[in-house]
T-cell receptor, first 114, second 112 residues
Framework: NAGVTQTPKFQVLKTGQSMTLQCAQDMNHNSMYWYRQDPGMGLRLIYYSASEGTTDKGEVPNGYNVSRLNKREFSLRLESAAPSQTSVYFC?????????????FGPGTRLTVL | LAKTTQPISMDSYEGQEVNITCSHNNIATNDYITWYQQFPSQGPRFIIQGYKTKVTNEVASLFIPADRKSSTLSLPRVSLSDTAVYYCLVVRGGTGGFKTIFGAGTRLFVKA
């Protein structure tokens, strides 16, 4: 039982390049989330998927797109990377949609955009 | 959702009990208090959640007074491995997880 896995762990991009961050969970959870964390700050929600087949914007969605490929996988795409997107990206999942449900986080992807 | 206020940082020594207090003056009737822990280079991890009075698990205790305007996370006999950032969150029962808001947290540094 791996929990929430993310790939890659590290990535360096040049401005304007694109990439997709992958996330998978093996806990049969319904809801999945993408957050970003800038140095010394808390997490900000980028997008979330309350259930398979649905996605919605969070607090900071600009510059990102997501795909809920199936119940297990939730990917985050940067179409044209910008230095402001340099951050650590965390994927999380929870069993249900309730805010009181525990969110389980992956190890993160450290992204640097030059 | 109620805004939370917690100390930016705290220092402690191994073996001591650490209490981190979080203020949430505008907490609503159906709000719960949740704490997460984040080690360096890792994602946050759920520690404990409560509504009122006291909740205890194998990791920590959570004390919530009757007015619920504050809460205290208590870590008994900390060790060096408890060095982490601790987030106090107010989450509203019946709403979606997308309303979970992580602030800057409290950086706890445990010294030998």
């Amino acid at each position: 039982n791996a929990g929430v896995t993310q790939t890659p762990k590290f990535q360096v991009l040049k401005t304007g390049q694109s990439m997709t961050l992958q996330c998978a969970q093996d806990m049969n959870h319904n809801s999945m989330y993408w957050y970003r964390q800038d140095p010394g700050m808390g997490l900000r929600l980028i997008y979330y998927s309350a259930s398979e087949g649905t996605t919605d914007k969070g607090e900071v969605p600009n510059g990102y797109n997501v795909s809920r490929l199936n119940k297990r996988e939730f990917s985050l795409r940067l179409e044209s990377a910008a230095p402001s997107q340099t951050s650590v990206y965390f994927c999380a999942s929870s069993l249900g949609q309730a805010s009181t449900d525990t969110q389980y986080f992956g190890p993160g992807t450290r992204l640097t955009v030059l | 959702l109620a805004k939370t206020t917690q100390p930016i940082s705290m220092d402690s020594y191994e073996g001591q009990e650490v209490n981190i207090t979080c203020s949430h003056n505008n907490i609503a009737t159906n709000d719960y208090i949740t704490w997460y822990q984040q080690f360096p280079s890792q994602g946050p991890r759920f520690i404990i959640q409560g509504y009122k009075t006291k909740v205890t698990n194998e990791v920590a205790s959570l004390f919530i007074p009757a007015d619920r305007k504050s809460s205290t996370l208590s870590l008994p006999r900390v060790s060096l491995s408890d060095t982490a950032v601790y987030y106090c969150l107010v989450v509203r029962g019946g709403t979606g997880g997308f309303k979970t808001i992580f602030g800057a947290g409290t950086r706890l540094f445990v010294k030998a």
